[in-house]
């Protein structure tokens, strides 16, 4: 078998029965932040309203599992609230570190997969377009949410440690861009959000010894039916459905198109007017490419600023 070739069976085998590119770049960068919007990433409130100067730290773990492999993801992410033009933005940035083991059978013989490090960073802003005034935390205290409607862009940086004489890696080696659409519906407790977004990537040119992975768009659309609680605790059911992300290398494809879909549901509970706490559940309901994963995680808010 010739070196290409090999590549080309060990990735098909990483696609399906493992994570595939595309689901791993997502695990090990937003399993947990409310900022994060990778393909298969389940997040509600996104386009939400909250006081301007107000700061949150998060920080999780979560879990990933498809196969004979294990995905541990520990992430930290700092979101700012912020007055963008009248109307309501958060700027958030994501620090992921993963760790990944596992093993498959190629040929009679077990290929042990181990790596961890560092993970691509993430940077995104969502700001608001209608429905959610800039206000002070004095002034929020009187708003009634109706119907929000807002936009993302998020990018990830290829900063995450990568080796490109490993097949997997915590780093992708590439860029992407994610420009995002959605809404929010208040009907008295509930908010009902439906959402859209893309995913472009630029190609990885040094994967597997020089050789080229590149990858089409991915696209996406989510929605969440979520209940507020009077303590201001809520809870949502979740689901997503996303199309396409073939891959190619050196031109030739070796992967199908995704076709997915995902169900899910987190719980975020008030600890005090600083704290909460977060946990979070999903798993692959259907998939094409046979790379479905079962996902469990918990994370720590701290709000801090704006008056608080």
């Known amino acids: 078998m010739s ?3 090999r590549i080309i069976k060990l990735h098909s085998i990483f696609q399906g029965q493992a ?9 090990i960068t937003g399993a947990l932040l409310p ?3 990778y393909a298969q990433e389940i997040e509600a409130r996104t386009y939400s309203n909250a006081p301007i100067g107000i700061n949150f730290i998060s920080a999780g773990i979560a879990q990933a599992k498809s196969g004979n492999y294990t995905l541990t993801s520990e992430v930290m992410g700092l979101t700012h609230i912020f007055d963008a033009g009248g109307q309501s933005g958060k700027l958030t940035l994501v620090l992921p570190y993963g760790q990944l083991t596992g093993s498959s059978n190629i040929g009679g013989k077990t290929v042990n997969a181990s790596t961890e490090g560092l993970s691509d960073p993430l940077i995104k802003a969502a700001i608001n377009l209608y429905g959610a005034p800039a206000l002070t935390l004095d002034q929020f205290k009187s708003y009634q949410q109706d119907l929000i409607v807002g936009v993302s862009l998020a990018a990830s940086v290829p900063w995450g440690k990568y080796d490109d004489n490993q097949l997997i890696n915590v780093g992708a080696n590439r860029w992407f861009i994610q420009p995002g659409l959605g809404i929010s519906k208040a009907l008295g407790p509930w908010r009902f959000e439906l959402a859209g977004a ?10 597997m010894g020089g050789n080229s992975l590149s990858q089409n768009p991915v696209y996406s659309t ?3 039916a979520i209940y507020y609680f009077q303590n201001t605790a809520w809870i949502s059911v979740d689901a997503t459905y996303f199309i396409g992300g073939q891959s190619y290398l050196n031109g030739n494809p070796i992967s199908g198109s995704q076709e997915n879909w995902r169900f899910g ?5 008030p600890v005090n007017k600083h704290n909460s706490i977060r946990l979070s559940a999903s798993t692959g309901a259907y998939s094409r490419t046979n790379n479905s994963y079962d996902l469990y995680g918990i994370s720590w808010q701290y709000r801090f600023g704006g008056g608080l």
Do not use: D, R
């Open 35 to 37: 900022a994060l919007s």
């Open 198 to 207: 893309g995913i472009f990537y630029t190609s990885n040119t040094n994967f």
């Open 265 to 269: 549901t987190t719980i975020s509970y």
């Open 3 to 5: 070196h290409i070739a």
């Open 222 to 224: 989510q929605t969440h």
């Open 19 to 27: 994570f595939g590119i595309g689901v791993w770049l997502l695990l």
